[in-house]
């Protein structure tokens, strides 16, 4: 499956070791091996990505790095060859209701990590895969993301993501 364009979204949060990662060696190149041209960063509160960092990207992979903080994302997610992103409920509710693959980063971080077990649940259905940020570059180079199961947008399957929801957060 070619990646022409990746789209990553932090969403609100801070989450720089995501970002990182999305721009280290290995990740860049496991892109480049998947035909990915275009990586568009939402960085949210996290700390963008240096031009001279962004230049060196464009020369030495050949993908064009567009970052920003916040906007209305619809279209980028429309533009979206594939997700990568934060286990945020909005993040994984956007990946399932657009029809494209997603790769959910499991913050680490977080001392209370329902996204853990929010991204848990919908890998077991095949919605979507998950990983920590050590492993971005080897799920990036070898997932099957034309495998994941299509999210179908009827009422039963939003209220079943609902009711995890709601199990998650009276935990």
């Known amino acids: ?95 399932l209701n657009n029809g494209k693959p997603g790769l959910i980063v499991v913050n680490d971080e977080l001392m209370d990590n329902h996204q853990l077990e929010l991204a848990r649940q919908l890998a077991s259905e095949q919605y979507l895969y998950y990983c920590k940020v050590s492993e971005v570059a080897d799920s990036v180079a070898n997932l099957d993301f034309g495998a994941l199961k299509p999210y179908e947008k009827a009422t039963e399957n939003m209220q079943k993501f609902v009711d995890a929801l709601n199990e998650l957060m009276t935990h």
């Not at 609100?12 to 060696?25: I, N, Q, R, Y």
């Not at 990915?36 to 064009?64: A, D, F, W």
């Open 1 to 95: 499956m070619h990646l022409k364009v990746v789209y990553v979204t932090v969403g609100t949060t801070k989450f720089d070791a995501l970002l990182k990662v999305m721009t280290s060696d290995p990740v860049l190149s496991a892109l480049k091996d998947r035909k990915c041209r275009k990586l568009v960063l939402q960085h949210g509160n996290s700390t963008p990505v240096g031009e001279t960092q962004l230049k060196l990207i464009s020369t030495n992979y050949t993908i064009e790095v567009e970052q920003y903080k916040f906007r209305p994302n619809a279209e980028d997610i429309r533009a979206a060859d594939m997700i990568i992103g934060h286990a945020g409920a909005g993040t994984c509710m956007d990946i």
